[in-house]
C-alpha cells in the first residue's frame, strides 16, 4: 500500500468516526463526553484524554449529566455520564487547554450548542 492511500484510507476513516459520534448525538440528544471529543474531530486517544479534563471541569460548572450505561463491541458494559451539547459547552468554556489541538476541540465544543 502506498502512502498516499494510507494517508486517504486514515483520513476517510476518521471523517467517517466523527460524522457518526455527531449523528449519535444528534439522534439521542446525548452522549459521553468522549463521543463530544470525537465529533469535533479528535481522534480516539486524544478524546479520552480530552474527556477526561471536561470530568474533572463538570464539577466546577455545577453540570451533573444524565447517568447511564456505556455498551462496547468487545467490553464489559460500564457506568458513564451522559451530557447534552449545551451541558458541553458550559464545561468547555471552563476547560483551559495547553495543546493547540485541544484549543480547537474546546472551542468546537463550546460552539455545539
Known amino acids: 500500500m502506498t502512502a ?19 449523528a449519535k448525538i444528534r439522534r439521542q440528544g446525548v452522549a459521553t463526553l468522549a463521543t463530544h471529543c470525537v465529533a469535533a474531530g479528535l481522534s480516539i486517544k486524544e478524546a479520552r484524554t480530552v474527556a477526561g479534563s471536561l470530568r474533572k471541569n463538570a464539577a466546577k460548572a455545577n453540570v451533573t449529566g444524565t447517568p447511564g450505561i456505556s455498551y462496547a463491541k468487545n467490553a464489559k458494559a460500564r457506568a458513564c455520564t451522559r451530557y447534552t451539547p449545551a451541558e458541553v459547552a458550559a464545561i468547555a468554556v471552563i476547560y483551559r487547554p495547553r495543546k493547540p489541538v485541544y484549543k480547537v476541540a474546546a472551542a468546537r465544543l463550546a460552539l455545539a450548542a
Do not use: E, F, H, W
Open 4 to 22: 498516499a492511500t494510507r494517508t486517504r484510507r486514515n483520513t476517510l476513516k476518521t471523517r467517517a468516526r466523527q460524522n457518526r459520534a455527531a
